[in-house]
């Protein structure tokens, strides 16, 4: 079964057979809801409410040319199977209807018609102190749940591991930076020749690989924030695994920066979640600095409204958050 972008009887068929759609539930509309990266996605429209369903792919939807595993999607069942036993972070997530492993497709509730907060690095979108602490105490409220059992998700480990920690330092890599901006190509290069830099971020890769002891969302940037209404939603976690805290914090921190947040807004959100839950400040700097150099010398670009200058003294300053 593989899902379409068209609603046909045969879609109507599979989705009447696993009891999404119930007899009388009539659909009225069919489209893929938003522009998913990983996922094919579509919202089921119907005089009874709408629904999500989402499929995994032996590929990336976004990039068809890149292998992905296509058990991911099993391991999102399986976070969100969790989550939603936790009395706060079951209000971040949607509400599952049901899941086929065969076909490697879930149904779930519709969130409404959210905005994501991409918008915060061309400005075009703002994020509240309030939004910030709800999500920190998001990560702190999962970071503190029982890791065990949950999938290894090695496969998604690796996929990743080789876009964050490896691709990007490779000189002869494929991918021409000067598409995403003329002059990136040659501003990356001492970067990639950087003998020490790419031994920390190598070491560092192994122990991104290796087992840790926190339940991670995996992928916590501005694209997996959900604004609905008033609410703050959470979603697409197919990176999640057991690692280390500083990873998903790491993250979130590196893309205020990337976004040029209040440097008082990014102390908050440190402030915020060392109150709870002291990180490794080493080993925090170390995820931060990485995610910026992935996401401005590697093939996960962001819509950015930055300068050659701007992105120099952003790699610099990665440089130094690995190097120490």
């Given at each position: 079964?593989?899902?379409?972008?068209?609603?046909?009887?045969?879609?109507?068929?599979?989705?009447?057979?696993?009891?999404?759609?119930?007899?009388?539930?009539?659909?009225?509309?069919?489209?893929?809801?938003?522009?998913?990266?990983?996922?094919?996605?579509?919202?089921?429209c119907?005089?009874?409410?709408?629904?999500?369903?989402?499929?995994?792919?032996?590929?990336?939807?976004?990039?068809?040319?890149?292998?992905?595993?296509?058990?991911?999607?099993?391991?999102?069942?399986?976070?969100?199977?969790?989550?939603?036993?936790?009395?706060?972070?079951?209000?971040?997530?949607?509400?599952?209807?049901?899941?086929?492993?065969?076909?490697?497709?879930?149904?779930?509730?519709?969130?409404?018609?959210?905005?994501?907060?991409?918008?915060?690095?061309?400005?075009?979108?703002?994020?509240?102190?309030?939004?910030?602490?709800?999500?920190?105490?998001?990560?702190?409220?999962?970071?503190?749940?029982?890791?065990?059992?949950?999938?290894?998700n090695?496969a998604?480990?690796?996929?990743?591991?080789?876009?964050?920690?490896?691709?990007?330092?490779?000189?002869?890599?494929?991918?021409?930076?000067?598409?995403?901006?003329?002059?990136?190509?040659?501003?990356?290069?001492?970067?990639?020749?950087?003998?020490?830099?790419?031994?920390?971020?190598?070491?560092?890769?192994?122990?991104?690989?290796?087992?840790?002891?926190t339940?991670?969302?995996?992928d916590?940037?501005?694209?997996?924030?959900?604004?609905?209404?008033?609410?703050?939603?959470?979603?697409?976690?197919?990176?999640?695994?057991?690692g280390?805290?500083?990873?998903?914090?790491?993250?979130?921190?590196?893309?205020?920066?990337?976004?040029?947040?209040?440097?008082?807004?990014?102390?908050?959100?440190?402030?915020?979640?060392?109150?709870?839950?002291?990180?490794?400040?080493?080993?925090?700097?170390?995820?931060?600095?990485?995610?910026?150099?992935?996401?401005?010398?590697?093939?996960?670009?962001?819509?950015?409204?930055?300068?050659?200058d701007?992105?120099?003294?952003?790699?610099?300053?990665?440089?130094?958050l690995?190097?120490?």
């Amino acid at each position: 079964m593989i899902l379409r972008e068209e609603f046909d009887a045969y879609t109507e068929d599979y989705l009447r057979g696993m009891d999404w759609l119930y007899p009388n539930m009539e659909v009225y509309d069919y489209k893929k809801a938003g522009e998913g990266n990983m996922n094919f996605v579509v919202r089921v429209c119907t005089n009874r409410g709408n629904f999500i369903v989402k499929q995994s792919r032996p590929y990336v939807e976004k990039y068809p040319q890149i292998p992905a595993p296509i058990d991911r999607i099993a391991v999102e069942y399986a976070f969100y199977q969790k989550i939603n036993q936790h009395p706060m972070l079951t209000g971040f997530s949607p509400k599952i209807k049901g899941f086929d492993p065969m076909f490697h497709i879930m149904a779930m509730e519709d969130l409404g018609y959210g905005s994501d907060f991409l918008g915060l690095y061309s400005g075009t979108v703002t994020i509240s102190e309030a939004e910030i602490r709800l999500l920190v105490q998001y990560l702190i409220a999962l970071h503190h749940l029982e890791a065990m059992p949950f999938p290894d998700n090695s496969a998604m480990k690796k996929l990743n591991h080789e876009h964050i920690f490896h691709f990007p330092y490779l000189e002869e890599n494929g991918f021409n930076l000067d598409t995403i901006q003329p002059g990136l190509q040659s501003l990356a290069i001492p970067f990639k020749q950087d003998t020490e830099l790419k031994k920390q971020i190598e070491k560092l890769g192994a122990r991104y690989l290796a087992e840790g002891t926190t339940l991670l969302h995996g992928d916590f940037y501005t694209g997996s924030w959900l604004k609905v209404d008033q609410d703050i939603k959470v979603i697409d976690p197919e990176f999640a695994f057991v690692g280390d805290a500083e990873f998903d914090l790491g993250v979130m921190l590196a893309h205020f920066k990337l976004a040029g947040l209040d440097p008082n807004l990014v102390e908050l959100t440190l402030s915020v979640y060392s109150d709870v839950r002291v990180p490794d400040q080493r080993l925090l700097d170390q995820y931060i600095g990485v995610e910026i150099l992935r996401r401005l010398i590697g093939i996960a670009q962001l819509p950015l409204n930055l300068t050659l200058d701007q992105k120099l003294v952003l790699l610099t300053e990665a440089r130094a958050l690995i190097l120490g």
